[in-house]
């Protein structure tokens, strides 16, 4: 049976879902995991990269497609070519979105992709902080620095270029030595009833009844926040969870 432009797209399409739903599963279970691919807003820009990938190079298959055409292989390949670019910058862009810290800055945790990692800052950082991860993000205290112009300095870089202290990662130390902030700052599970269901907390509680030193910090993201339960005593990260920290 020939091959007519119908079925050429068709294949073209079959296998272009297959390589898209290939890198999501890789993006959404390694890179991103949940919750932070909800967290960062970059859902629907990744989707909308690989909907626009799926679906232009077999359009443009069944548009050029014709076993007559003597310049049928160049067309291809010209396809084969732009779709391949739009695949590596859809999956550039998932690379610089990922988280690599999870960094307690003050009150609260912030979430830092790759795109905000500075090479710079991250050649001044810690030595323990030079890995930059894949699929679950490392745990970092951005320590406030002694020196009140430093301070003033980091106040007017977040309001006048938005770049914060979890930012600058000299300042960055093991979450370890944040115990006394994280006592101060972190609160109990049941406050979460007030900004949460009832039926969601309330289980949340009660697994953690006998562990009082499992408290809550807010998890700031750029589109959704989340919460992150800490063991206040181990100083460790339990888990993070799509629940709302505050109203």
């Not at 497609?65 to 859809?90: H, M, T, W």
């Not at 950082?125 to 320590?143: C, D, M, V, Y």
Request: net charge neutral; aromatic share 8%.
């Amino acid at each position: 049976m020939a091959l007519n432009r119908w079925k050429a797209a068709g294949l073209h399409l079959a296998c272009s879902a297959l390589v898209g739903l290939v890198v999501l599963v890789v993006i959404t279970q390694w890179w991103i995991p949940a919750p932070y691919f909800q967290a960062m807003g970059t859902t629907r820009l990744i989707l909308l990269i690989l909907a626009v990938d799926v679906v232009l190079g077999p359009l443009l298959t069944l548009v050029v497609f014709n076993l007559a055409k003597p310049e049928l292989k160049r067309d291809l390949g010209i396809i084969a070519i732009l779709q391949v670019c739009a695949f590596s910058y859809g999956i550039y862009a998932a690379t610089q979105a990922r988280p690599v810290y999870l960094t307690l800055a003050v009150d609260r945790f912030e979430i830092v992709t790759r795109a905000e990692v500075d090479a710079n800052e991250l050649k001044s950082a810690p030595q323990s902080f030079h890995e930059l991860r894949w699929g679950q993000p490392g745990l970092a205290w951005a320590k406030q620095p002694d020196d009140p112009k430093e301070r003033e300095a980091l106040m007017f870089s977040a309001v006048q270029a938005g770049i914060d202290l979890k930012h600058f990662l000299r300042h960055y130390q093991p979450f370890e030595e944040a115990r006394d902030l994280v006592q101060q700052k972190a609160k109990p599970l049941a406050q979460l009833s007030a900004f949460n269901p009832a039926n969601v907390v309330q289980p949340l509680i009660e697994r953690y009844a006998s562990r009082p030193e499992v408290l809550y910090l807010p998890v700031q993201g750029k589109q959704r926040d989340l919460v992150a339960l800490v063991d206040s005593k181990a100083m460790a990260l339990i888990e993070v969870l799509e629940l709302q920290p505050w109203h």
